[in-house]
């Protein structure tokens, strides 16, 4: 493709034709996948500059991989970030970023509404090395102002919290970041950035479980750490030193250089190749997915045996407005609902049909789950009670069969 033509495309057409950083010797049309470890070289001299990072050439796979590269350049293009790096699974990428900016002594302020493994994360592994996480209400402005002081690495969220649906007002939270030097971290794994662009919302650090949505039919886990390079980490206390660096941000110097190397945590080549295609077909999944979500939910409010439906985007959900304004006319391809009771939530799941009983999200099967007996189901019921999980609810993640067909299931599991 012409080069001038390609700048003129927009991102998601660009997406699909971003081009490899170096010729393919076959001209293969996809990128192959590189099952290399060790890269071979010519001369001490070429060693030299490729391992002290001043000629790009890979060196050893933990540390940068042809096919993984490949993906994270399509990411980027698609998100205009300034830096993306991609992980085994969406926790290594969140573990890696709170590591990347906490220390000793430090706390980030957070919600007790997050995915289970990120909740214990932070409640207990961290904790250990002396990082607090401060559990607080993040629509109450004023609460989570009392909760920053000096030692604040990060706001970290949840964009929609799973399975409360709670969204967050980036709006509202980013304006607190800004008046207190502190970086905006989100996990925004339950909206696709082809439909929801963070950065605009004042997200300074983008982290998701690629497992989900980009992945593509569940074939793979993934993790990925977007960084839009908008926070002045001279606010930081831990990574100012690095803020003279001019190829990346103090945070992508930090974690690239340091933190992603230590810990490991790389995705295969074998990975990157099949979400690289996932990422072809993303918006076109889940503008159905998400389609499909909304009219089911709104659907299924009419039944007699649901107490109630959750999803941000139809019109009497108390957070309507603002997920209509970051998200755009869906609120990702989840919904919950609540029947009269834990029995009636057990017979509804074991009842079902066609919908699979699994956990995961945004597969291309719809899947149905009981959150309180499963994800939160090691937890105590007093953690569960500060977690507003309830053991009434059902979680749909909705994919890509025929409308007619999960609600013909739904209601005959809701009847019996
Ligand atoms: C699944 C999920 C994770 C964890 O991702 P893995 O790829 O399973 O490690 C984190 N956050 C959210 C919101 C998720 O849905």
């Known amino acids: 493709m012409e080069k001038e033509n390609y700048h003129c495309l927009s991102n ?6 971003v081009p490899y950083l170096a010729k393919d010797a076959y001209n293969s049309l996809n990128m192959p996948i590189y099952h290399a470890v060790a890269y071979d070289f010519e001369t001490a001299e070429q060693m030299e500059l490729a391992f002290t990072g001043k000629s790009p050439e890979h060196v050893y796979s933990r540390i940068s991989n042809p096919t993984v590269q490949y993906f994270e350049q399509r990411v980027k293009t698609v998100t205009n970030a300034a830096e993306v790096i991609s992980f085994n699974s ?8 709170l590591m990347t900016v906490a220390y000793s002594g430090s706390n980030i302020v957070t919600s007790p509404h997050l995915f289970g493994n990120t909740y214990s994360f932070l409640a207990s592994t961290l904790k250990d090395f002396d990082v607090e996480a401060r559990f607080c209400d993040l629509t109450k402005p004023d ?16 964009i929609i919290t799973n399975p409360q649906m709670e969204v967050a007002d980036l709006c509202m939270l980013s304006c607190i970041c800004k008046e207190h030097g502190i970086p905006l971290i989100a996990d925004t794994t339950v909206v696709p950035f082809t439909a929801f662009h963070a950065a605009d919302f004042g997200v300074d650090i983008e982290v998701v479980s690629s497992t989900k949505y980009i992945s593509g039919g569940a074939t793979s886990l993934g993790g ?5 390079d908008s926070f002045d980490w001279r606010h930081s206390k831990k990574l100012n030193y690095l803020t003279s660096q001019k190829k990346l941000s103090a945070f992508s110097a930090k974690m690239r250089m340091e933190i992603y190397r230590n810990l490991g945590a790389c995705m295969t080549p074998q990975v990157a190749y099949m979400q690289t295609t996932g990422l072809e077909t993303l918006s076109v999944r889940y503008e ?5 979500c909304k009219n089911l939910a709104e659907k299924i409010s009419k039944l007699p045996n649901v107490s109630s439906v959750n999803y941000p985007a ?18 990702g391809a989840m919904f919950t609902f609540d029947l009269a009771s834990r029995e009636a939530a057990f017979r509804f799941i074991n009842n ?16 149905a789950i009981h959150p309180a007996s499963t994800i939160f189901g090691t937890f105590t019921e007093t953690t569960r009670k500060s977690m507003d999980i309830s053991q009434n609810t059902i979680r749909i993640s909705t994919g890509l069969e025929l409308i007619d067909d999960l609600y013909k299931d739904i209601v005959q599991a809701t009847e019996l």
């Open 12 to 17: 998601e057409t660009k997406l699909l034709h």
């Open 143 to 158: 609460e989570i102002k009392a909760n920053i002081d000096k030692n604040t690495c990060a706001l970290f969220l949840e």
């Open 224 to 228: 990925l750490v977007i960084d839009y």
């Open 314 to 331: 139809l019109s009497n959900n108390a957070y309507y407005a603002v997920s209509q304004r970051q998200f755009g006319e869906y609120a």
């Open 90 to 97: 969406g926790m290594a990428a969140i573990v890696n970023t």
């Open 288 to 292: 159905h997915a998400a389609k499909t």
């Open 352 to 367: 079902l049909k066609l919908i699979r009983r699994a956990t995961n999200l945004f597969d291309n099967k719809t899947l």
